[in-house]
């Protein structure tokens, strides 16, 4: 995607070839920061403490740093224990597992010294599958737009509702829920975005509504309480969000407070589509609330806020009583049945297992439920 008219991605290697480049999110949109990981405990930093941070932009990240791990130490031994560091930076998130288990699978057979240019050939292989699935979500999810706009007469605007972040800043680029509304917007679709802040990170009104006005994209920042208000009201026409982990039966995590507006939207008829890249599938899981792992992270995340001052400094308050304790669950998981569809690079399939085996059919044989 574009900053300041320039193209770029989330993640990329340095020109020296044995780094790796991400953008500090933690930062964004106050400044835009680019910084360097050169060992794989500074990827793995990276990702805990959410510099970067997007289930598919994790997956990407944790590969390179296998990377950089190799480097260090090709070993079978450093190999396994790089894979399990960086397996333990988050828990929801399954592209973590996807991306690194890949690697692990393909580089432990090889001699130590083929793994390092091995490893690196295969996690700039890894990024590019990712922006081409986000770009054909795009184009499957588009279809779904162009239908919403059919049915409401072409009046007015097409006004989309998204939670957290799962756009370009999320992935390698493109995004996932974002992908079709940057593909509507280019096609001159009069979509608008509204924007759920995404308390406690704020990821909505910090990343997904920098990215959609570098975009020039439409759109409005509310509250995260807001968006039943706007359904019941007849002023949201779609919601898209992205997920972390997607059990084989349809069921999605994904950021607190998802689960409430799928709730909202099917109070309210409101279609709920939720775009998911084939490794945010988790295969071995059936029912996503009792099996998918909750992150749970710190407190200070909920009873803290940082913003921009008028002087442009950056600055941090507290906004809860300094005894109070705070609970800081970061995901949720939305039932398949509140899901209108899911929409994969492969195309547009119910959240049912059987609608998502009709779209990844070689899955079948794996489960062991027939041809
Ligand atoms: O805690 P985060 O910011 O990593 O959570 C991100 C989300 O919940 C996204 O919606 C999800 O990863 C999908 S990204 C395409």
Redesign the pocket.
Known sequence: MKVNGHPMRSIWVESDGVSVGVLDQTRLPHAFVKVRLSTAEEAAHAIRS?LV????L?GATAAYGLCLALRVDASDAGLKAAHAMLRAT?PT?VNLHWALDGMLAALAPLPPAEREAEAWRRAAALCDEDVAINRSIGEHALKLFQAAWEKKGKQGRLNVLT?????WL??VDW???LAPIYLAHDAGLPVHVWVDETRP?N?GAGLTAWELGQHGVPHTVIADNVGGHLMQHGMVDLCI????RTTAQGDVA??IG?YLKALAAKDTGVPFYV?L?SP?IDWTLRDGLKEIPI?QREGTELSEVSGRLPSGDIATVRITPPSSPAANY??DVTPARLVTALVTERGVCPATEEGMLSLFPERRAARGTGS
């Open positions: 959410m941070r997007g289930a598919p994790i988050r998130a939670h957290c972040n799962a756009g999320a992935t995004g996932t829920a990170r990821q969000v992205g997920t972390d994904n950021k998802t775009a890249p945010t992150e970061a995901f």
